[in-house]
Structures are given as structure tokens and as C-alpha cells.
């Protein structure tokens, strides 16, 4: 069994910052990649950053300059930072990685969200 627990959401300030967290638990043998999406009310998921195992990352267009992916694979975990906050970032952000229990076998995987609230 493999768990994905975000923390860090909450209710900021336009121009502030939030850096979330979401640590892999349960039986893991490999992490690949790592992802951050977010849903908006009304709208479909999103990617929002993703990270390989080899430390590679790519950002929606919309966040570029502002936010930052990052994993520490000794942890099994991975964080985004998330500056210069806007009102159009409120959403529920999802955490999502592809983890192998044993023998290469890769199973995606979602968190329950985190909700991250940008006050104008």
C-alpha cells in the first residue's frame, strides 16, 4: 500500500508565498516522476510542475518564474514553492507520482489535495 500525504496549503495574500510537501509513504522500491496539478472550481485538473528522478522539471506557462518543483529522493518527497501568488492560483493542488512496489512495475499515484486559497 502507497500513500501520497500533501500538507502545506492555506489561505495567503495576493504576492505571497506557500510551499507545499507531499511525502510518499507505504512500500516503495522506486519513485520516477513527480507532479503537482491543480483544480480550480468549474475546471478541468491541470498540470501544474513535474520533476524526473534525474532532477528534470517543466512548468505550466502560467507559473513559470514563480514557481519552484523540487524532491529530496531520500525522503520520498517532493515540494513546490510557490512565490508571487495570484488570485487565479486558488485551486485544490493534487500531488502525483509514479511508484513501483517491486520488480519496475510503475502504479500512479494521487494525493487527497491540499487547498491553496490566494486573498486579493
Known amino acids: 500500500q502507497v500513500q501520497l500525504v500533501e500538507s502545506g496549503g492555506g489561505l495567503v495574500q495576493a504576492g505571497g508565498s506557500l510551499r507545499l510537501s507531499c511525502a510518499a509513504s507505504g512500500s516503495i522500491f522506486r519513485i520516477n516522476a513527480m507532479g503537482w496539478y491543480r483544480q480550480a472550481p468549474g475546471k478541468q485538473r491541470e498540470l501544474v510542475a513535474g520533476i524526473t528522478s534525474g532532477g528534470s522539471t517543466n512548468y505550466a506557462d502560467s507559473v513559470k518564474g514563480r514557481f519552484t518543483i523540487s524532491r529530496d529522493n531520500a525522503k520520498n518527497t517532493v515540494y513546490l514553492q510557490m512565490n508571487s501568488l495570484k488570485p487565479e492560483d486558488t485551486a485544490v493542488y493534487y500531488c502525483?507520482?509514479?511508484?513501483?512496489?517491486?520488480?519496475?512495475?510503475?502504479?500512479?499515484?494521487w494525493g487527497q489535495g491540499t487547498q491553496v486559497t490566494v486573498s486579493s
Open positions: 502525483n507520482a509514479d511508484i513501483s512496489s517491486g520488480s519496475y512495475v510503475f502504479v500512479n499515484y
